[in-house]
C-alpha cells in the first residue's frame, strides 16, 4: 500500500487476471444502473415519457447484471478459495452489485414518476434537484473509478459529499412543506419531487457503501477503523422528516 | 533433569500438567538450525499458547518440517544437524544439558506425513508407549479406548481392535497414529502435513478430529496446504527462507496479512 492509500502497480498476481474481470464486470453493471439514473431524472424533468419507459425496460438488464456477476464470484470464490486481497475483492464485489442493483432501481423509480408536465415549475426546488442529481450521480462515477483502479484515496474523498447530498435532501423538504402550506392543490405532482430527493439521498448513500467496500478491498480496514463515529440523530430534531 | 509435568511411573498417574505463568505451552526464542554453513531456520521467536491449533504454512523448503521437528528434539535424529537459540515447555528449556529427549518426546508427540503404523494389532499400535511404560493391562485397556475416542476412531475400530493396524484405510491408520501419540497424553501435538497423503474424506475426518483435540491441548500442524491452515487452524504461521514473517489470529492473516511476502504467498504469487 503506498501513502496514497493505493495498491502499487506490480506484476500480476495469482488472480490478478480473474480479479480485474470480474471487477470489470461489475464496473460495466454500475454504468449501466448509473445510465438509469442519469436517465430517469432526465425524464423525470422533462416530462418524457418515452424515456421514462426505456428507463423502466433496462431494468431487466439490470437484473442480469446482478446475477451473472454474483455468479462470477461465487465461482472465483470456489474455484481459487480466493486469501488477502483477492478474498477482500471478491467479497466486495458481492456487496458492490447488490449496491448497483439498489442505485439502478432508484433509476427506474424516478422514471416511474415521470408525468408528461416534467418537473414542478419552482426554480429553486428545480436546481436543488438537478445539484442533488450531479451530485449522487458524480459520488456514483467516482466509487466506480476508485473500484476499478483500486484507488482508497479516491474513494475516502466521497464521504464528504454525501453530508452535501443531505443537506440538499433537507432542503427540498423545506421548500416542499412551504409550498404545501401556501397551496395545497399542488400535493399530488410536488410529493413526486420529496420522493425524487430521497431517490437521489439514497444513491448517495449506496455510492459511500461502494467507496467503503473498495477502501476494504484496498486496504482491508472496516469503516469503523477509519471514519470517527457519529451519534445517531435524535428523533424531534430539525432533521425529522429528512433524515 | 525432569520436564515441569514430569511425574515418575504411571503415565496416567500425571496431574494436569501445570502452565508456565504466562500461559504459554510452547514458545521458541531466537531458534536457528543449521546444516553446516547453510542455516535453515534464523532466529524464530514464537509463543503457542495452550488449547489451540496453530497452522505453519510457507513454500516448500522454507524450513516449516525443520522448525516443527525441532520442537521435540527430533531434529537430533538428522546428523549434521546444529540448534542454536531456545525452545522452552512450560517455562523450561528442552535443549538444557540433563533433559531427556524421550521424555520431551513424551509431552510432545509427532505425527508425521505417512501414518506409521506398526505390524501388530490396533489395539498393540496404541498400546505400544503404555506398554514401555509398564502400566498395568486395565490401565493399558482403558487408555487405549480413550485415545481411539479422542481420535475419533473408536466407532470404526471398536469390533475389530484385534486385527491388524495394516488392514486400515488410510485416514484410518492416520488417526490410529494420532491415537498412539494420544495415548502417552502430551501436551503438544506436532504434525507433519499429516494429512498430505489421505483423500478428502479422510482429511476432512481428521481435521475434525483436530479441531476437538485443539480444544484439550496445543496442537501445531505444518501444511503446504494454505485452505487447510484457514479453514483448521485458529493460528496461521507464515515462514519463508527460515525466518518467521508473520504470525496471528487465522481470519486475520488470510483476510489482511500485514505482511507483504505474506500476500504474496497466500495470493498464489510463488510458493
Known sequence: MNENGSRPAAEPRGHDVEVKQMKGHAIEMGQWALGMVHDGWLAFERGDLPLAQSVIDRDARLDRFDQDVEREAVAFIVKTQPMGPDLREATAVLKVITYLDRIGRYGFDIAWLTSPEGAYDKDELRELLRSMDGLAEGMVAKALDALANDRGDLARSIFDLDDQVDEMNRSVYRIVIQELRTDPSVTQRIANELLVARHFERIADHACKIAEKTIYAVTGQRRGEYLPKRAPPSVGSDSRGAP | MALPDETRG???????????????????????????????????????????????????????????RT????????????????????????????????????RIGMVFQRPTVF????????????????????VVEEEVQRSLERSGLWEEVKNRLDKPALSLSGG????????????VRPRVLLLDE??????????????????ELSHEITIILVTHNVAQAAR????????????????????????????????????????
Open chain 2, 119 to 138: 505390524p501388530m494389532s490396533v489395539f498393540e499400535n496404541v498400546a505400544f508407549g503404555l506398554r514401555l511404560e509398564h502400566e498395568p493391562a486395565d
Open chain 2, 71 to 106: 520442537l521435540n528434539r527430533m531434529t537430533e535424529t538428522s546428523p549434521g544437524l546444529s540448534v542454536s537459540g531456545e525452545v522452552f515447555y512450560l517455562g523450561q528449556n528442552i535443549y538444557a544439558r540433563g533433559i531427556n529427549p524421550v521424555l520431551v518426546r513424551r
Open chain 2, 10 to 68: 504411571a503415565v496416567r498417574m500425571s496431574a494436569p500438567p501445570p502452565i508456565s505463568n504466562d500461559g504459554t505451552v510452547l514458545a521458541t526464542r531466537g531458534l536457528g538450525v543449521r546444516a553446516r554453513q547453510h542455516a535453515i531456520l534464523t532466529d524464530i521467536t514464537i509463543d503457542f499458547p495452550p488449547r489451540s491449533l496453530t497452522a505453519i504454512i510457507g513454500p516448500s523448503g522454507c524450513g516449516k518440517t525443520t522448525f516443527v
Open chain 2, 232 to 271: 483448521a487452524s485458529d493460528r496461521t504461521a507464515y515462514f519463508y527462507q527460515g525466518r518467521l514473517i508473520e504470525v496471528g489470529p487465522t481470519e486475520e492473516l488470510f483476510e489482511r496479512p500485514k505482511e507483504k511476502l505474506t500476500e504474496e504467498y497466500i495470493t498464489g504469487r510463488f510458493g
Open chain 2, 194 to 211: 499429516a494429512t498430505s497423503s489421505l483423500d478428502p474424506a479422510s482429511t476432512q475426518r481428521v481435521e475434525a478430529t483436530l479441531e
Open chain 2, 172 to 183: 484410518q491408520q492416520q488417526r490410529l497414529c494420532i491415537a498412539r501419540a494420544l495415548a
